[in-house]
């Protein structure tokens, strides 16, 4: 894309910026994901329905993904402005994985998973309707590793009593919301999201750590 505008924000593997009111333009720093691939599987989803932002691939590179620009707030933005309940947030996560669930796969080997779907990555408009940004892990599988996931990202920053403490009730709350029935999580899902989060290199060691005490705090809410 060459010159680009204003940094608008970043995240642990990648920048956003700026290139007019309409769209943005993401870039992964080196190393990091496979932009066309995640703009493909957001073209898909948003075939079937999903709340997605429409992508321009022709103007995408590996590096580099052109998407639209949605305004609106985080749905965590949304928990600290009191504008949405944390109930509430946590019951429009399990509807939005049900909802994904639903689309088949781009090979047809399972279902598309999002595989990191919290408050952070749902972008609530104006009119409040929650658009699911960062496609970075998306792959085909079984949607109970989806809900493991999830359940394991609330669940961390839950149990964590560092800098994440003041978001420790909102996060519990939300899981709680999460798994009331009829949830997808299972066993081999749970088991499965532990270990990759265990082995995600953008955790620190005090967040792989909590992984045990998340587990922990997931079985006080979820009924197998």
């Known amino acids: 894309m060459g010159t680009t505008g204003k940094l ?13 009111g309409t769209w943005v333009l993401r870039r992964n720093r080196e190393g990091w994901g496979d932009a066309l691939a995640e703009g493909a599987v957001m073209e898909h989803v948003r075939a079937y329905g999903y709340p ?19 305004a609106g707030v985080t749905m965590l933005e949304a928990f600290g402005a009191g504008t949405i309940g944390v109930r509430e947030g946590g ?18 080997s399972g279902r ?23 496609w970075s892990n ?14 394991v990202i609330l669940a961390q920053v839950a149990v ?4 994440l403490a003041h978001l420790s009730d909102l996060a519990r709350a939300g899981l ?29 060691v005090r967040e792989v750590e909590l992984l045990g005490d998340a587990e922990e705090l997931i079985r006080t809410y979820w009924r197998t």
């Open 176 to 204: 709680a919301a999460l798994l009331t029935d009829p949830s997808r999580l299972t066993e081999e899902g749970l088991a499965e999201a532990r270990r990759r989060r265990s082995r995600n290199p953008t955790m620190s």
């Open 91 to 108: 019951e429009v996560l399990a509807g939005l994985l049900r909802q994904l669930h639903g689309v088949p796969g781009l090979t047809g």
């Open 138 to 151: 998306a792959e085909e599988g079984d949607p109970a590793l989806d809900w493991g996931m999830s359940a």
């Open 160 to 163: 964590d009593d560092g800098p």
């Open 8 to 20: 608008l924000g970043s995240g642990r593997t990648c920048d956003v910026y700026e290139i007019d």
């Open 112 to 134: 598309v998973l999002h595989l990191d779907l919290h408050p952070d990555n749902v972008m609530l408009t104006g009119g409040g309707r929650p658009v699911v940004i960062d």
């Open 52 to 70: 997605v932002p429409r992508v321009r691939l022709a103007d995408s590179t590996r590096t580099e993904l052109v998407m639209e620009r949605v």
